[in-house]
């Protein structure tokens, strides 16, 4: 799959040189909220890119996802020692939260 020219949107915890330097060098652009962590000044540097709809639009759909998995009281506390067992009842709650999001 090529992933050139896409944006990655990502919490302010990962906001470090290293990060940034890594999705720009795989040809994709990092949407990260800046974290001044104790910062006295602000850096000279140049403008880091955050768009705060693409944030929130991240937010809408995967964070609610994992919301609404953990409705699902089996897989939350994980009762399971085998992992089939455990990802076969996931993928049985996913089917159920798309069935219910679009029917």
Same mark, same amino acid.
């Given at each position: 799959? @090529?992933?050139?020219? *896409?944006?990655?949107?990502? @919490?302010?915890?990962? @906001?470090?040189? /290293?990060?940034? &330097? *890594?999705?720009?060098?795989?040809?994709?652009?990092?949407? =990260?909220?800046?974290?001044?962590?104790?910062?006295?000044?602000? &850096? !000279?540097?140049? &403008?880091?890119?955050?768009?705060? *709809? =693409?944030?929130?639009? !991240?937010?809408?759909? =995967?964070?609610?996802?994992?919301?609404?998995? @953990?409705?699902? +009281?089996?897989?939350?506390?994980?009762?399971?020692?085998?992992?089939?067992? +455990?990802? /076969?009842? &996931?993928?049985? /709650?996913?089917?159920? =939260?798309?069935? !219910? +999001?679009?029917?």
């Amino acid at each position: 799959m @090529d992933l050139q020219g *896409a944006i990655v949107s990502l @919490d302010g915890v990962y @906001d470090c040189r /290293a990060n940034r &330097k *890594a999705i720009f060098n795989r040809g994709m652009f990092p949407c =990260i909220p800046e974290m001044p962590r104790g910062r006295k000044s602000s &850096k !000279r540097c140049r &403008k880091r890119c955050f768009d705060p *709809a =693409i944030f929130e639009e !991240r937010f809408r759909t =995967i964070e609610r996802v994992f919301a609404w998995e @953990d409705k699902f +009281h089996r897989l939350l506390l994980r009762f399971e020692r085998v992992s089939d067992m +455990h990802y /076969a009842f &996931k993928t049985l /709650a996913y089917t159920m =939260i798309n069935l !219910r +999001h679009y029917c």
